[in-house]
C-alpha cells in the first residue's frame, strides 16, 4: 500500500479497507486511547501515588523519631530526675529571707578572718528576680593580694551562694596607711523568693 491508496480510502466503509490499512488505524485509536487514559486517569492516579509517597516517609520519619524517643524514655525520666535533684539542691543554696543577714556576717567575719580592713560594707537595694532575688554589697577593704586572695576563696568556700564581681585594686593613696592596697567590688548573694502559688516554702536550711 503506497500513499496514493491512501487517498483512495473510504472512511464510510472501513470494512472494505486492506488488512494493512485496518491495522494502522486499529493503531492509531489504540495509543489515542491510551493517551487520553492516560491524561484524564492514569496521570491523576500517579500525582496521589507520588503524594501518598510522600505522606508515607514522612509518617515513617514521624514514627521513627516518636520509636527513639519512646526507647531513651527510661533515660529521659532519670536526667529529669537527677535535674530536680540539682535544681533543689541549688535551691537550698540560696538563703531564706531570715537567713540573709546570717550570710552578710558570714562574708563580713571571712573578710576581717583574712586580714583586711573594711572601709566599706553597704548591702545595696534587693532586685527582684523569677524566683530569686539578688542583694548586691559594695565592698572596699584594704589589705595585699594575698589577703584579697584569702578572701575571695573564703567567700566562694561558704555554703551559700555568693559571687564576686567588678574587682578593682589599686594603690593606697594614703602613704601613712599601713596597707598597700585598696580592693573595691560587689558581692551578690541571692535570696529564695516563696512565692504563694509557686514553689514550696522551704524550712530554714543551715
Known sequence: MNLSDL??????????WPMAARLVLIGIIFVAVL???????????LDDLKRAQTKERELKGVFEHKAAKAANLK?????????????GAMLRQLPNK????????DVSQTGLASGLEFELFKPQKEIPKDFYAELPISIRVHGDYHEFGAFVSGVAALPRIVTIHDIKISPVKDKNSKYPLV????AKTYRYLEHNGGHKKRGKHK
Open 7 to 16: 487517498n483512495e480510502l473510504d472512511f464510510n466503509n472501513i470494512g472494505s
Open 35 to 45: 493517551g487520553l487514559g492516560y491524561w484524564f486517569d492514569t496521570q491523576s492516579q
Open 75 to 87: 533515660a529521659y525520666e532519670k536526667q529529669l530526675a537527677e535535674m530536680r535533684r540539682s535544681f
Open 98 to 105: 531570715t537567713e540573709v543577714a546570717d550570710l552578710l556576717v
Open 183 to 186: 580592693m573595691n567590688l560587689t
